[in-house]
């Protein structure tokens, strides 16, 4: 089935004394590319192992993770340091007692100043500890991640099917239009000779309308240009019902751009109103395509 670049999933799990929180989340691109935040210090022990994981199921887009540790602190996490309060105390008693001025008279402003109190919550030393927890949830939100993922492949390639099939109807209302354009060309041809010439009193030459009209036809000829225009919504049609569409995204996009560039050239050489409109109408189903297929992984 196809996947979707885009998708979200996130996952809970508690562990003893603590909880971790996974989210993923993902947005186009041609590359893969990752970013992974934490609210503890725990990213550069986990990055390898993280990214190893995520690219066993996401072949490209930017995928942001997000990992959440919620562990209610204990009375051994912060420590006030007595040396480096007193060195703050004294220094400024100090100077308040040669500037004249009334020293201070409470501590709590000291505690915000750096060095006074000690953060002793540094997760580094647990990371054996909170790494198959953390990597637990990120596999638990990885599965929702990609199920959503499905989901919006599953429907992009309903969609994707009914515009090639539109495609096809269009192709061969121009490929049944074709005959008539050289036709409708033969006699607008004989009668503006006719018309011409006939103020001299002079027939136009059967022969020299047909060469002019061999000219012409030969000018206007697009079965080549339909066959490969077909060819290419065919075969984009496999790849899309192909059972290993998985990854597929840039190959779609190529025969995408093939398309557009057939339809360009029919709309070039198409010397009739009727085709016109109707490759412009297969221009718009072509963009339409080329827009969803941006979302293919």
Not at 51 to 79: C, K, M, Y
Not at 99 to 106: D, R
Not at 135 to 148: N, P, S, W, Y
Not at 274 to 284: C, P, R
Request: aromatic fraction near 6%; hydrophobic fraction near 45%; include cysteine.
């Amino acid at each position: 089935m196809l996947l979707s670049m885009t998708g979200f999933g996130e996952a809970r799990i508690e562990g003893p004394g603590f909880a971790v929180r996974a989210e993923v989340r993902a947005v186009n691109n041609r590359y893969f590319k990752l970013s992974i935040r934490c609210n503890e210090s725990l990213t550069a022990a986990a990055e390898a192992e993280i990214e190893a994981f995520l690219r066993r199921s996401i072949r490209r887009g930017t995928v942001q993770v997000n990992l959440f540790v919620d562990r209610p602190p204990s009375s051994g996490d912060f420590q006030i340091n007595r040396e480096v309060l007193l060195s703050y105390w004294n220094q400024l008693t100090s100077i308040a007692v040669d500037a004249h001025a009334t020293p201070p008279a409470k501590l709590d402003a000291f505690l915000v100043l750096p060095g006074v109190i000690s953060d002793r919550s540094d997760p580094t030393g647990r990371v054996e500890e909170l790494k198959p927890i953390l990597m637990a949830a990120l596999e638990q939100a990885t599965q929702e991640f990609d199920h959503m993922r499905q989901v919006e492949g599953r429907n992009m390639a309903d969609d994707l099917r009914r515009n090639c099939l539109e495609l096809l109807e269009l192709a061969e209302r121009v490929r049944a239009r074709a005959p008539a354009v050289i036709e409708n060309y033969r006699e607008r041809l004989r009668e503006r000779l006719n018309r011409l010439l006939g103020a001299v009193d002079v027939q136009a030459a059967q022969d020299d309308i047909l060469r002019e009209v061999g000219l012409f036809a030969e000018r206007a000829d697009i079965s080549e240009e339909l066959m490969r225009f077909q060819s290419h919504i065919e075969q984009f049609l496999q790849a899309v019902d192909s059972p290993s569409a998985e990854g597929i995204g840039r190959r779609l996009d190529f025969m995408t751009q093939e398309m557009v560039r057939e339809i360009n050239t029919l709309g070039a050489k198409a010397n009739d109103v009727e085709i016109s409109a109707h490759v412009v109408q297969a221009k718009t189903v072509v963009e339409r395509i080329r827009e969803m297929v941006q979302n293919v992984e």
